[in-house]
């Protein structure tokens, strides 16, 4: 399985990206599949996934973040408003099939004046 990330980018605070994770290599759908994120000298954290059909967000996104995704395209997705520097990181595509864990090799958010 590959997942490939894109949409990343600089943006000024109170701005608004859209990233997209894109999978091949695999016919099934994935037990989870979302969003992680990491700061430079900080450890990954949550940003959203889903879990079947459960959805989790990070307390520091929820309000800001919406988590979406097309079946048909393979594509999940991650419309971010309002960000604030402290959104800054490396966001990571994460897919989760049985016991396989896969991740993409990020896409770079700056959010900056």
């Known amino acids: 399985v590959q997942l490939v990330e894109s949409g990343g980018g600089l943006v000024q605070p109170g701005g608004s990206l859209r990233l997209s994770c894109v999978a091949s290599?695999?016919?099934?759908?994935?037990?989870?599949v979302g969003w992680y994120r990491q700061a430079l000298g900080k450890e990954r954290e949550l940003v959203a996934r889903y879990a079947g059909a459960i959805i989790m967000y990070g307390d520091s996104v929820k309000g800001r973040f919406t988590i979406s995704r097309d079946y048909v395209k393979k594509t999940v997705y991650l419309q971010m408003n309002s960000l604030k520097p402290d959104d800054t990181g490396v966001y990571y595509c994460?897919?989760?099939?049985?016991?396989?864990?896969?991740w993409g090799l990020g896409t770079q958010v700056t959010v900056s004046p």
């Open positions: 994460n897919a989760v099939y049985g016991p396989s864990n896969y």
């Open positions: 290599g695999s016919n099934l759908t994935p037990d989870a």
